[in-house]
């Protein structure tokens, strides 16, 4: 946030900021990420996209068997976030967690939810969490795809239509390619994260 605000102030202030998803899970302070971003904390406006760990946990809302894959995937961590703790990852303890959860959560943080897209094109770019399905048009992508895809989207050299910039899959680096750009840097294990300023003339990156 602060690297943005520095690079606005450098750069002119007409900008905006799109975060990927995925900012909850697999770390200690979930509640305080999406606290700290349901208030638009950027020196822009904000559009906020959905990751599949969002979806996890909505679906986990809707339906606690859910829990069962969810869990062991860094929703404990999300949980023990909003004060839960629970032992067991099956049966009953899933219901009552969802009943838990349902009663912790803000109601900022539910309309934050609530209000993430799935995708959001700008000018040259198509923005989503994971990638798109070669062969589809941008506009007929299905949110499945948006969020989980991987291999398929990832060997394609097939021209989408716009440059593609998801994350998702973490690599060392970002990823530049000519039809896509990957700048999911594993921030939850690596430390490291990675935002890229798109202009119409070219790119840079801010890392932390």
């Not at 097939?158 to 530049?176: L, N």
Request: aromatic share 8%; proline share 6%; net charge neutral.
């Amino acid at each position: 946030m602060a690297a943005i605000t520095r690079d606005v102030n450098a750069h002119g202030s007409d900008a905006l900021t799109v975060t990927l998803g995925d900012y909850i899970d697999r770390g200690p302070q979930s509640a305080g990420v999406i606290g700290r971003l349901a208030g638009n904390p950027f020196p822009t406006p904000y559009v906020a996209l959905r990751g599949n760990h969002e979806l996890m946990l909505e679906m986990f809302l809707a339906d606690p068997t859910v829990g069962i894959q969810w869990r062991p995937q860094g929703g404990d961590q999300t949980l023990q976030s909003y004060g839960i703790t629970v032992r067991h990852v099956v049966g009953r303890a899933n219901l009552q967690a969802s009943e838990l959860l349902r009663e912790a959560l803000p109601r900022e943080h539910v309309a934050f939810l609530r209000s993430l897209r799935n995708s959001y094109t700008h000018g040259r770019f198509f923005l989503c969490h994971a990638g798109v399905r070669p062969g589809v048009p941008l506009n007929k992508q299905r949110d499945e795809d948006l969020l989980w895809i991987r291999e398929e989207f990832l060997v394609s050299t097939a021209d989408f239509g716009k440059i593609v910039v998801h994350g998702h899959t973490p690599m060392p680096e970002p990823e530049v390619l000519p039809n896509r750009i990957n700048i999911d840097t594993k921030a939850f294990a690596s430390g490291r994260l990675t935002c890229i300023v798109l202009e119409q003339t070219g790119y840079r990156f801010l890392d932390v």
